[in-house]
């Protein structure tokens, strides 16, 4: 009899065993933005060349418009497993690296093709591992595009920002920024913005032409100045836990499938940029303004310290490095 339990134990054991081997990984990709912006469709693509490649053995469901988490809880969950890859802003890292606070200084890139030489070269690079220590993983960069800045009264010099509130993301850099032109940034989740924005609790935001289309950022303020002032570009996180897990195989099969889905997200930024400003203007709700070289430097000088305030932080070799990718 006891012979006989441990022959049935011994073969369920061995049979759970082989559903567990058996069972496709699940990856939950979560973010907060809509389906039809860069990131939206680099998520959906990358969840398209992942179950084709690795049928059976790899299931991504993807979480848009802040569905599961929203960008202040998706990291602390993914340490937790509840999440297994998301791709936050730049901006949103500061409580586990100062490093990626570059990405924020005000007019420090020129255009996306700088971003795109930063990001690849070995400074960019090696930020991708600035996350390693807390326990994540870079991935990788996936552009949006440059940020433009939004508000219920024309802004053409910083005077018309002074004592007006933005919603600006988790970043004291951003913080710095408004504070610089003597506005009143206000730390706000994503999810919150359109609302905010439409009961005039704030004044304005900044953000990029999909973001201010695709979440009708657009409908609720008059005036969108076309600043170019910042980036908003992003990075692809895991956790440590989850890739190390991975064996070696199916990790080269899905880095390889997210490099391809953020090269197809990069082009959709690259047209975006200029198809939803396109779409706004043609709308008629919101005035796109242009800044004169005049009036573009007077922000310039007004928000330019901010580098000096975080130079410590940084590195001053990161910035002279970002810098040097304009040229
Ligand atoms: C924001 O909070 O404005 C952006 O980070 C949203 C996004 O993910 O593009």
Do not use: C
């Not at 005035?287 to 007004?302: G, I, Y």
Request: glycine share 6%; hydrophobic share 45%; charged share 25%.
């Amino acid at each position: 009899m006891r012979l006989l339990t441990a022959a049935v134990t011994s073969i369920a054991l061995a049979l759970g065993a082989q559903a567990a081997v058996a069972a496709p990984v699940e990856i939950k990709f979560s973010h907060v933005v809509a389906e039809n912006t860069p990131k939206g469709q680099m998520a959906l693509k990358f969840k398209e060349l992942v179950e084709a490649r690795l049928p059976g053995k790899v299931e991504v469901k993807v979480f848009p418009n802040s569905q599961l988490f929203g960008d202040n809880k998706v990291l602390e969950a993914m340490l937790l497993g509840d999440v297994q890859m998301a791709a936050p802003s730049l901006s949103k890292f500061q409580k586990y690296t100062k490093k990626l606070q570059i990405f924020d200084l005000p007019f420090l890139f020129k255009d996306m093709d700088a971003v795109e030489r930063f990001q690849n070269g070995p400074e960019g690079q090696e930020l991708l591992g600035s996350l390693r220590k807390k326990g994540l993983v870079g991935l990788g960069y996936l552009h949006n595009g440059m940020k433009q800045l939004s508000a219920s009264q024309p802004l053409k010099t910083p005077a018309d920002a002074a004592g007006k509130k933005f919603r600006i993301m988790t970043s004291d850099v951003l913080q710095a920024q408004f504070e610089a032109v003597d506005a009143v940034p206000l730390k706000k989740p994503f999810s919150e913005v359109f609302t905010l924005l439409q009961t005039k609790a704030i004044d304005g935001q900044e953000n990029t032409w999909s973001n201010i289309f695709s979440k009708k950022f657009f409908e609720v303020q008059p005036y969108i100045t076309e600043s170019n002032h910042g980036v908003l570009d992003y990075l692809v996180v895991t956790s440590a836990e989850f890739w190390m897990g991975l064996d070696d195989d199916l990790k080269a099969e899905i880095q390889k499938a997210l490099n391809e889905a953020i090269k197809y997200g990069n082009g959709i930024a690259a047209e975006k940029a200029d198809s939803d400003k396109q779409k706004i203007i043609a709308s008629k709700r919101s005035e796109v303004l242009e800044l004169t070289d005049a009036e573009r430097a007077q922000w310039v000088e007004a928000m330019r310290p901010v580098w000096k305030q975080f130079e410590s932080e940084i590195g001053a070799d990161q910035i002279k490095a970002a810098e040097a990718a304009n040229n």
